[in-house]
């Protein structure tokens, strides 16, 4: 049973999130020969505030 866990910021229409499940549960299914009803995927949304690329958080404002 293939598991696939994506962790994103917050902000993302839930239309574009559900699309995505959608196709990454096909191609895992696709490219692994893995029966669609086996393949799990789970989408984790972090706040901006709890999310850093460094020392800068997401929700820090843009350096100018």
Known sequence: MPI?????VEGRDDALVENCIR???RCVSEQLNAPIGSVR?????LPPTRFAVG???KS?????
């Open 23 to 25: 196709e990454v549960a």
């Open 41 to 45: 995927v789970m989408v984790s949304e």
């Open 55 to 57: 020392d800068r958080l």
């Open 4 to 8: 696939v866990q994506i962790t994103l």
């Open 60 to 64: 820090d404002a843009p350096a100018s």
